[in-house]
């Protein structure tokens, strides 16, 4: 396993096969700017891509909120990434938040949002992002750049109508009203919701359950997933039956056969 990275803002635990990553700036409620969690973050995701023993990352928050998203106070001094002309401010987001929404979009692993609580505005597009979102009775959520008089910056309008559709992703949006725990399970953004002392222990029986998973074919079948987002069907099975004559090479496609055969557990390597 190769080193874990430098983190500043956040804390990484590993066990077994998955991560967890753990944002630890309360004192702002994990705004991700004015912060170190942009950094922290993509290098946790370009740490776990080119780490072949992870196949789950789960990303929380400690403290109340999960992610309070861009800093208002550094909006109203326009500092940091708010500051400079127009050309500035454009390229420090493509240079900032910008940076999450690629990264999340082209992590191998799979990735779980386990919201404790408040995710606002970019730390709400964050568990867009995330392909399982699982919350509990303190988790909130709200597409609020309306009322600051922006717009979703990081690309928050692309991720969220593919979750939800775009009739409820506008109203969302252009209301930017919060919405609880349980109108947010109803549309669909959480998967599932649960007392928050369980909060983090659901959401690692998850990513157990993943990492229990071949390897290979765990994230073989994630990219396959985000390429049938944007591909025609006919060019979408030609890369399937590439991919899949693939894994039936492996030697995990092997050991998962003989399980089942045998009616036992398998353990997966990785090859």
């Not at 072949?52 to 999960?66: E, H, P, R, V």
């Not at 994230?219 to 030609?238: I, V």
Request: proline content about 3%; some cysteine.
């Amino acid at each position: 396993m190769s080193s874990q990275p430098i983190l500043c803002d956040a804390t990484l635990t590993v066990t077994n096969r998955y991560a967890t990553l753990c944002f630890e700036r309360d004192d702002v409620r994990n705004a991700l700017t004015g912060t170190s969690l942009i950094d922290d973050l993509c290098s946790t995701l370009d740490w776990a891509n080119r780490n072949k023993d992870i196949s789950c990352l789960i990303i929380t928050g400690a403290g109340s909120a999960f992610s309070s998203g861009g800093n208002i106070k550094e909006m109203r001094d326009k500092v940091g990434m708010f500051g400079g002309s127009p050309s500035e401010i454009s390229d420090s987001y493509k240079n900032g938040i910008q940076r999450i929404s690629r990264a999340m979009h082209s992590a191998e692993i799979v990735t779980i949002a386990a919201v404790n609580g408040a995710a606002v505005g970019a730390g709400f597009d964050l568990c867009c992002m995330a392909d399982i979102r699982i919350g509990c009775e303190k988790t909130r959520f709200g597409e609020t750049f309306i009322n600051l008089g922006i717009i979703p910056g990081d690309g928050g309008a692309w991720f969220l109508q593919r979750l939800i559709g775009y009739q409820r992703a506008a109203e969302l949006t252009f209301s930017g009203r919060i919405i609880e725990s349980a109108e947010a399970l109803s549309l669909g953004l959480l998967l599932e919701c649960v007392p928050k002392e369980t909060l983090l222990a659901v959401a690692e029986r998850y990513a157990k359950e993943y990492a229990s998973k071949p390897p290979q074919a765990l994230r073989a079948t994630k990219r396959l997933l985000k390429l049938a987002q944007r591909q025609e069907l006919g060019d979408f099975l030609e890369v399937c039956a590439d991919v899949q004559s693939q894994c039936h090479q492996t030697e995990d496609h092997q050991r998962a056969l003989k399980a089942f055969l045998d009616k036992t557990p398998a353990q997966f390597e990785g090859n």
